[in-house]
């Protein structure tokens, strides 16, 4: 039985770019400001779909990923963040003026294997990926934001052409209130 894995990918052409009726906001690539800039762009965000901080961590993930790999923590470039919410999404762009995740097909092949050795219980063969590393990797890198963020965007989660702009979209269960009636 071939098993199903979440890949990320690439398409300058899915909707989740699409930036119509988004609010926009950018900022430099000051380290330092990330959970400034994240509290600015969650405020917007209705009190339903703010589930115990989960949105605003995984958000701040990726804008500073974008400060960090993208911009290499220079002030003088620019992450651009595109967001909309309602009750039942949230739909975020983050783009950097970094030359792109050139490493998307390692991290891919990486966590396939991952997933492989947690299915199959192999806890020695699973240790080889416990953190994906390149060559700019830095000792707080491991790309386990990526593995968390594949699962909790399950709207998509996609980069563009030069894959220095991801989208991503989490959809969010309605929640009823009021009385049931028999």
Same mark, same amino acid.
């Given at each position: 039985?071939?098993?199903?894995?979440?890949? /990320?990918?690439?398409?300058?052409?899915?909707?989740l770019?699409?930036?119509?009726?988004?609010?926009?906001?950018?900022?430099? &690539?000051?380290?330092?400001?990330?959970?400034?800039?994240? /509290?600015?762009?969650?405020?917007?965000?209705?009190?339903?779909?703010?589930?115990?901080?989960?949105?605003?961590?995984?958000?701040?993930?990726?804008?500073?990923?974008?400060?960090?790999? @993208?911009? @290499? %923590?220079?002030?003088?470039?620019?992450?651009?963040?595109?967001?909309?919410?309602?009750?039942?999404?949230?739909?975020?762009?983050?783009?950097?003026?970094?030359?792109?995740?050139?490493?998307?097909?390692?991290?891919?092949?990486?966590?396939?294997? =991952?997933?492989? %050795?947690?299915? &199959?219980?192999?806890?020695?063969?699973?240790?080889?990926?416990?953190?994906? =590393?390149?060559?700019?990797?830095?000792?707080?890198? @491991?790309?386990?934001? /990526?593995?968390?963020?594949?699962?909790?965007?399950d709207?998509?989660?996609?980069?563009?052409?030069?894959?220095?702009?991801?989208?991503?979209?989490?959809?969010?269960?309605?929640?009823?209130? @009021?009385?049931?009636?028999?």
């Amino acid at each position: 039985m071939e098993e199903q894995y979440k890949l /990320l990918r690439s398409d300058d052409n899915d909707p989740l770019f699409d930036t119509t009726n988004m609010l926009y906001k950018e900022f430099p &690539s000051d380290f330092r400001q990330i959970r400034y800039f994240t /509290l600015l762009i969650v405020q917007s965000a209705p009190l339903e779909i703010k589930e115990i901080n989960l949105l605003e961590q995984q958000i701040s993930e990726v804008i500073k990923n974008a400060v960090k790999h @993208g911009n @290499g %923590c220079d002030i003088n470039k620019k992450v651009r963040v595109w967001y909309s919410f309602s009750p039942s999404h949230a739909h975020i762009i983050v783009k950097d003026e970094g030359e792109g995740f050139k490493d998307l097909e390692k991290w891919n092949e990486f966590n396939k294997k =991952r997933i492989e %050795c947690l299915q &199959s219980h192999n806890f020695e063969e699973l240790a080889n990926y416990v953190s994906f =590393r390149t060559k700019k990797s830095d000792d707080q890198d @491991g790309g386990n934001a /990526l593995f968390a963020a594949l699962e909790y965007w399950d709207g998509g989660y996609v980069y563009n052409g030069k894959r220095n702009g991801v989208a991503m979209l989490k959809r969010f269960q309605k929640k009823h209130h @009021g009385v049931a009636v028999e």
